[in-house]
C-alpha cells in the first residue's frame, strides 16, 4: 500500500498512526520522517518532540543517526 501524503503536512494523531502502521506502506522511508518532524509547520515544539520519542521506539537504529540532526537544527 502507497502512503500518497507528504510527511511534512501530517498531524500530530497522523504521525503516531503513520508510525505504528509503517510496515502497511511500501514508500515508506523513516529519515524522512524524522526530517518531516523538523519542517512540519502543524506541530508544536512539544509536539515534536513527543512524535520524535515515539519515532525512536520504534526505530531504535536510525533514531541513533537522527538525534545529530536535531541537535543541530
Known sequence: MKFGKK?????VYE????????R???DFNTL???????ENKN???????????HAHTVFRKSARS???KFAYS
Do not use: M
Open 32 to 38: 524522512g520522517l524524522y526530517r518531516s518532524i523538523l
Open 7 to 11: 510527511f511534512n503536512a501530517l498531524t
Open 15 to 22: 504521525d503516531f498512526q503513520l508510525i505504528d502502521q509503517q
Open 43 to 53: 506541530l508544536t515544539d512539544n509536539d515534536r518532540i513527543a512524535v520524535r520519542d
Open 66 to 68: 537522527c538525534d545529530a
Open 24 to 26: 502497511k506502506y511500501k
